[in-house]
């Protein structure tokens, strides 16, 4: 195989993702995968069958020395996200960083000079970016389809267990070991809706989102140190505002959508099932077509001129800029009693907020927070000023 040399570390839970993505582009000898890294033995993924040849490691460092890959993707906690990246780049390889990619600007700042000083390349795994669906959204906006442009909101509302908080030390987490970590609804699983939004708002005012201010309210509905559930209002140096309204802690499952409101009309992105509504359809239509973020990766090392990176660094960080903003609030308001429905039990345990996808759909829908919507159990928004950053 002529490919480039591919690692993974965390090749386990969210990891074995990656193994899927990896499969066909080995099989095709595209990329050669050559090394696993997870502190736990590896698990079996029958759709990705462990390659013969393919070394395995407990210890990132090892493997670097070892392996020797050309590219290698990261997918462990985010609080250890920069000191692995760091030492990827020392060997001379390029990255493809899960989300959240850092959880600072000051971290931004020094895997930037690193990028910088190494001339390597660090791809975030931001896989929905790579959507046509995105890309047709952006070109109805750039012709004038919504008009001008005046919000810009998403809502989702997820399920999540009691195992899900089980499974690592670090899940559901404010921080770890003295490190930042924020497991939460808008840091972590959902935060695809948010940079999605982002994604929108770059279109809007043909530059990156420079968030000036964060007001955020924090919910949660159990014993954990982050929100399970949130409103997010982020408003830019310019363009319109966007607000998130998202949940892991749903009465029915929806899987997400962007919303994009304008004079003439509303587009709605389904943005996990890439399905497109724009004005004047009658049903929202799937756009198929998704480059991949590790391919992507692969042509822009062989054509770095010519192929631009789907979610390089600098891309993502008005969403670190963002996230800093979250992390500074202070513990989510639990909601419990009443305002509940407990089902299930021991791992399998469901805690829904009754209610709350009506809710987070009109917040979304409005560009308005909770607590501006007079729901019962909504606290006052905390609100953080953001100092400009450079990306």
């Known amino acids: 195989m002529s490919g480039p040399r591919v690692a993974i570390v965390g090749a386990n839970g969210h990891g074995r993702w990656h193994r899927r993505a990896v499969a066909p582009l080995h099989e095709a000898g595209r990329v050669r995968l050559v090394a696993l890294v997870d502190v736990r033995p590896i698990e079996d993924e029958p759709l990705a069958p462990v390659p013969a040849g393919v070394t395995v490691h407990t210890d990132h460092r090892e493997m670097l020395a070892v392996a020797r890959p050309d590219v290698v993707v990261v997918c462990t906690p985010p609080h ?12 001379g390889a390029d990255l493809l960083l899960e989300k959240p990619p850092v959880l600072s600007m000051a971290e931004h700042r020094t895997l930037a000079r690193a990028l910088a000083d190494t001339g390597r390349a660090c791809q975030v795994g931001f896989q929905a970016l790579g959507s046509a669906a995105l890309a047709e959204l952006a070109a109805a906006i750039r012709r004038g ?10 809502v989702a ?6 195992g899900y908080y089980a499974r690592s030390p670090w899940a559901g987490r404010r921080s770890l070991n003295g490190r930042p970590v924020l497991d ?5 699983p959902l935060a695809h809706a948010v940079m999605q939004c982002l994604a929108v708002a770059e279109v809007v005012t043909g530059a990156p989102v420079r968030p000036a201010r964060v007001e955020v309210e924090r919910y949660r509905v159990r014993p954990i140190e982050v929100d399970d559930t949130a409103a997010l209002r982020v408003v830019g140096h310019a363009g319109p505002p966007i607000v998130a309204a998202v949940t892991l802690a749903g009465e029915d499952f929806l899987a997400g959508e962007v919303l994009v409101t304008g004079t003439a009309g509303r587009a709605v992105l389904e943005y996990k099932t890439d399905r497109l509504l724009l004005p004047g359809d009658d049903v929202p239509r799937a756009v198929p077509g998704r480059r991949g973020l590790l391919e992507n990766l692969v042509a822009h090392r062989a054509d770095p001129g010519g192929v631009a990176l789907i979610a390089p660094l600098a891309r993502t960080a008005p969403f670190t800029a963002v996230l800093e903003g979250v992390q500074a609030a202070p513990e989510p308001t639990l909601l419990d009693g009443d305002l509940v429905t407990v089902t299930g039990a021991g791992a399998d345990r469901v805690v829904t907020v009754r209610g709350v996808n009506a809710v987070l759909r009109r917040a979304a829908e409005r560009g308005a927070l909770l607590s501006e919507l007079a729901v019962p159990w909504a606290v006052p928004p905390v609100r953080a000023e953001l100092a400009e950053e450079g990306g």
């Not at 250890?80 to 060997?91: E, G, M, Q, S, Y």
């Not at 509302?157 to 009691?162: F, H, K, L």
């Not at 939460?184 to 972590?188: F, I, R």
């Open 157 to 162: 509302a997820w399920q999540r267990t009691d």
């Open 184 to 188: 939460g609804a808008l840091a972590n």
């Open 145 to 154: 389809v919504l008009g001008t442009v005046t919000g810009i909101g998403t």
């Open 80 to 91: 250890t996200h920069l000191p692995i990246a760091l030492d990827v780049l020392a060997v």
